[in-house]
C-alpha cells in the first residue's frame, strides 16, 4: 500500500472518532438536562439491577454445586431463587429504559 493511501485511512479513521466524539458529547448534553430526581432514579435502578444480578449469579454458581454433588433438589431451589433475582433485576433495568426512552 502507498503512503497516499495510508494517510487518506488515517486521515478517514482520525475523522471518524472525532465524528463520534461530537456524537457522545452532544449525547452527554442531552441526558445532563434531566432533574437530579431523575438522575439519582436512575443511579438507584442500575445499583439494583446490579445486585440482584449479583445474587442470581450466585444461587445459578451454587445450583450448580448442588448438581455436581447429586443434590437436585437443593440445585433446584437454588435455581428458583436465582430466577427470581433475574426477574427483579430485568425490571429495575426496564424501569430505567422506560425513562430514558421518555427522556428522548
Known sequence: MNSN???S???Q???SSVKNEQSNNSSEKKQSSESPEENQKGIENH????KHYGEAAKHHLEAAKHH????HEKAAKSTIIAQGHGKLAQEAQAENAKSH???N
Open 5 to 7: 493511501a495510508t494517510a
Open 9 to 11: 485511512k488515517k486521515e
Open 13 to 15: 479513521s482520525h475523522d
Open 47 to 50: 445499583k439494583k439491577a446490579a
Open 68 to 71: 455436581e454433588v447429586g443434590e
Open 101 to 103: 426512552a421518555l427522556r
